[in-house]
């Protein structure tokens, strides 16, 4: 190792800025300095802007706390949850999959990626399918909401796509499943006789890390034999 220092990438950079001007002269000018200006006027600039910002901070900050004020009244709401009416305290930016799991305790609903993209929070508003995690759940009061728990008949019989998606294995590790249900019930509700694409399209919005697929799309297939 005699003769060779060790790698220090610090070494690799410059006091040369990474973008630069070309002056009317042909010299580089560094971007950040300030041209033709003097140091007096350079601190005014910095002072004034410091002024704004902090007005502009003060005025956000009344009207945002004016609307909080505002907004407050209404944390009360009715919700209807499969078939039930619940009187809930939810906060304005609260979600529904928040709601539906750790107020009302329906923790079928599973929350994967929270944020638009797995389809495990899929419950049913007024028959259609959205994403729990990404809804407000004030904008979904004055609906009918279904989530897994209330797929089921009332005497505890399952659902015909449940039941096809036992027999084909779907499940793995399961944690996709109660949205890959809530999707399925939805689309055979509104096209009880779905094609393999149809069924396949209905299905796209809920991913399955363990790779499940087509059994899901086989236990679709069964359950439209059925209901
Ligand atoms: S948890 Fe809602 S889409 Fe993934
Ligand atoms: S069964 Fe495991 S994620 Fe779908």
């Known amino acids: 190792m005699d003769g060779i220092a060790p790698y220090d990438p610090t070494t690799q950079y410059t006091s040369e800025p990474a973008i630069k001007e070309i002056g009317p ?3 580089d000018i560094p971007l ?7 140091r007096r006027a350079f601190l005014r600039g910095v002072v004034c802007s410091g002024t704004v910002i902090a007005g502009s901070a003060f005025l956000f ?9 505002e907004r407050a009244v209404e944390r009360m709401i ?17 979600t ?3 709601t539906i799991r750790y107020r009302l305790g329906l923790t079928g609903t599973k929350i ?6 797995c389809g495990a929070c899929t419950v049913m508003a007024e028959g259609t399918t959205i994403y ?3 809804t407000l759940t004030h904008r979904v009061r004055d609906k009918e909401i279904t989530t897994v728990e209330g797929i089921a008949a009332p005497d505890g019989t399952l659902h015909p796509v449940q039941q096809a998606f036992i027999e084909e294995l779907a499940p793995q590790c399961g944690f996709c499943t109660p949205g890959q249900v809530v999707s399925a019930v939805a689309l055979l509700q509104k096209n009880p006789k779905p094609t393999v ?3 396949r399209l209905a299905m796209s919005g809920n991913l399955c890390r363990c790779g499940a697929y087509d059994h899901y799309l086989r236990g679709v297939m069964k359950a439209a034999e059925r209901v």
């Open 96 to 98: 529904l999959a928040h």
């Open 25 to 27: 002269e042909g010299h």
């Open 78 to 94: 009715r919700l209807t949850v499969n078939g039930r009416t619940h009187t809930v305290d939810v906060a304005p930016n609260e």
């Open 32 to 38: 950040w300095k300030p041209v033709n200006m003097s």
């Open 197 to 199: 694409d149809e069924a």
């Open 112 to 117: 994967g990626c929270n944020h638009t993209e």
């Open 61 to 69: 900050s009344t009207a945002t706390k004016a609307r909080a004020d």
């Open 132 to 134: 729990s995690c990404s």
